[in-house]
């Protein structure tokens, strides 16, 4: 997954019953992969400005660049944790990116469903893969934290990722450069439990002062799907004039990709 | 039950002792120690549960802090629990005055990630109704923010006018906030039979309101008085802050998503006028919105006009499984930048989005703005933001 695109999204995916990178196969088909790739533009691929941004951060902070990708015209570098802040200087200082859109953590480790799905609780939501799998540009641990700035002038963006340590859950602040990443640190804190190094005053922001856990940790359950188990497949009744095969299984249960509605 | 009230003794009143009561008081140093005042959760000023701890000095504000997550509901983590068609319900209710435009980026987010091109008619009928969200939006703002200067009346013409554009938003959707009429690959139900000449009627409607708002509003010398120079904006500021939208024009940043940012819908086929202002003041929010409805009356003109025949939905599978991957859409929304930042592990469900909501990073710069106004600026400078709660706690 830590190269670029991974497949993903790619238009082929929809209409053909193989997934697109099962590139074992016969050779005959080889060359209507080759035309299909020819006539369908990359979606992930960089237009002239923002490969040059690319091309520019990577050239500012050198070693600090740890790994870069791009998903759907859009940037992605991951840089070094020690050096999270001056890439912030950098794109604010030198490539005019005058416009912070956000700063947001993510958690990386699958959610855990505790006794299997069929143990109560909630069995409607999603089934997430169990694996560990990273985005674009990979990661060393379970969580990430990653910002997105832009240009009001120049008209392009980039997503910048950073790695935070499982054990010491520290990243530099933001906000002696972006002053508005204050709100967004705070938030990022009381989600995920990051100590934003530099933030003036990391308070609750969202939630009520006291608060104990973090909520958007993967392993912080709903609570309100624990208390009372999702109503929702318990209300479906078969229908008077059959269709129990629709009743039985749940609608999550591996869906055909290939069947088409009309 | 005819008791009286026993009659004052008398006593004697020595003129002279007041005065000298009062200039003992003027002898000393006056105490003039802060005042902390609460403005809010529960305040008509607020536009719903937002609290201002404001500490005052007289009637100047020193420092001012935005409480918010009283209405927080943790979208991005109900998100994680549901699958992407149940999602659009929910993120409906972030900026509630405008919600079809919050569905069209996350529907875009997994529609890019699927590699699905919604048919030309479905673009076109989403991009009429997020200009018509749009216009929604800013006309009850237009007066509302009369209201909030301390001008009745135009709130009645605010929310009369909404009226007519909520009700086309419903005969089309069957939800006048609510609609959840996006799906992936295109839209629920095409438009209903007549609608396209009701609407031109209502935006010629609105487009004349917009003369009575310039007349009644922004060409009264109160509202003048009130608003020009005050809460001033200065670009690159507003833009480290994160605010963007019709705030940050108004200080003369000359920058539009639907125009600048990457194409969606069928703004790159529109022509249109950004509008800006230099000022960055609370008048140059209200003039800019102002002209910003009547450029979405002159687009929604322009698309009903160019509006193409065909299906509204595209192929897309029964159960939506979008491949793994992850996206970043942003669109222009009424209040500013809406985007959302989609991790996918190949699920039903997104892994984790992140919802970047425009009116967050606009009231993130109110610290700033506030320190040294008066109070009553203060409901102005609130009032020119214009924020929705929703769009703040998520």
């Known amino acids: 997954m830590s190269s670029s695109g991974a497949g993903a999204g790619s238009r082929s995916s929809l209409t053909d019953v193989t997934p697109p990178d099962s590139g074992e196969s016969p050779e005959a088909t080889t060359s209507t992969v080759v035309e299909a790739a020819a006539e369908i533009p990359d979606p992930h691929a960089l237009d002239d400005a923002h490969a040059e941004l690319l091309a520019r951060f990577e050239n500012e902070l050198g070693a600090g660049v740890l790994d870069t990708g791009k998903a759907f015209g859009m940037p992605i570098v991951r840089v070094q944790r020690t050096e999270w802040r001056r890439a912030a200087e950098i794109c604010r200082y030198t490539l005019e990116c005058d416009f912070l859109s956000f700063v947001a953590g993510v958690d990386w480790m699958p959610a855990p469903k505790e006794g299997g799905d069929d143990a109560g609780g909630d069995t409607s939501s999603p089934v997430q893969p169990t694996e560990t ?84 940790r993967k392993d912080y359950p709903l609570l309100s799907r624990v208390v009372k188990p999702w109503p929702g497949l318990v209300d479906v009744e078969a229908m008077p004039g059959g269709d129990e095969d629709a009743a039985a299984e749940p609608a999550v249960a591996e869906p055909a990709v290939a069947e088409e509605a009309s | 039950m005819s008791t009286t009230n026993p009659p004052l003794p008398e006593f004697d009143v020595d003129p002279r002792a007041f005065r000298t009561l009062a200039d003992a008081q003027m002898g000393v140093e006056l105490d003039t120690g802060d005042m902390i005042l609460n403005l809010g959760p529960q305040h008509p000023a607020t536009h719903g549960t937002l609290r201002l701890v404001v500490r005052l000095d007289g009637e100047r504000v020193i420092s001012a802090d935005p409480v918010i997550g ?33 569905e069209v980026p996350f529907i875009d987010a997994a529609e890019k990630l699927m590699g699905v091109d919604a048919p030309p008619r479905a673009q076109y009928i989403r991009t009429i109704l997020t200009e018509l969200s749009r216009i929604s939006t800013f006309v009850l703002f237009l007066g509302e923010m009369g209201l909030q200067v301390g001008a009745l009346t135009p709130a009645f013409y605010g929310f009369r006018d909404r009226e007519h554009v909520v009700n086309l938003i419903e005969s089309v959707t069957g939800g006048r906030f609510h609609p959840n009429f996006n799906r992936v690959g295109g839209l629920k139900d095409d438009l209903p039979w007549g609608w396209v000449n009701e ?32 809460g001033i904006i200065p670009p690159e500021i507003g833009a480290a802050y994160g605010v963007s939208g019709s705030n940050l024009r108004a200080s003369g940043v000359d920058w539009d998503l639907r125009r600048d940012g990457a194409p969606y819908l069928v703004y790159p ?19 800019v919105r102002l002209q910003e409805t009547r450029e979405s009356c002159r687009m929604v003109l322009q698309l009903l006009d160019a ?62 703005m506030l320190r040294g106004v008066f109070v009553p600026d203060v409901i102005t400078i609130l009032a020119s933001l214009y924020f929705i709660l929703g769009d703040i706690d998520r």
């Open chain 1, 133 to 216: 799998t990273y985005g674009v540009t990979g990661s060393d641990g379970r969580f990430q934290v990653f910002a997105r700035v832009q240009s009001t002038s120049r008209n392009y963006g980039i997503t910048l990722k950073v790695d935070v340590d499982d054990d010491a859950l520290l990243v530099q602040s933001w906000v002696p450069v972006y002053p508005g990443a204050d709100w967004h640190e705070r938030e990022t804190w009381e989600m995920y439990g990051f100590v934003f190094d530099g933030h003036p005053a990391l308070r609750h922001l969202y939630l009520p002062t006291g608060f104990e856990g973090h909520p958007l």
């Open chain 2, 70 to 102: 009283y209405m927080h509901r943790g979208y991005e983590k109900l998100v994680e629990f549901r699958t992407y068609p149940q999602i659009t319900t929910l993120i409906n209710r972030i900026d509630w005055l405008s919600s079809f435009a919050n």
């Open chain 2, 199 to 230: 609407t031109r009627t209502v935006l010629k409607k609105i487009y004349d309101a917009c003369d009575v708002f310039e007349d009644l509003v922004a060409g009264n010398e109160i509202f003048a008085a009130r608003t020009k120079g005050v």
């Open chain 2, 269 to 287: 086929d529109l022509d249109f006028k950004v509008w800006t202002h230099p000022d960055g003041d609370s008048f140059a929010r209200y003039w």
């Open chain 2, 307 to 368: 509006l193409p025949s065909g299906p509204i939905m595209a192929k897309v599978p029964r159960i939506i499984k979008v491949p793994a991957g992850e996206v970043w859409t942003e669109v222009e929304n009424p209040l500013g930048q809406m985007g959302y930042y989609v991790f996918s592990k190949g699920a039903t469900g997104p892994f984790r989005v992140k919802i970047r909501s425009a009116s967050f990073s606009n009231v993130s710069i109110l610290p700033w």
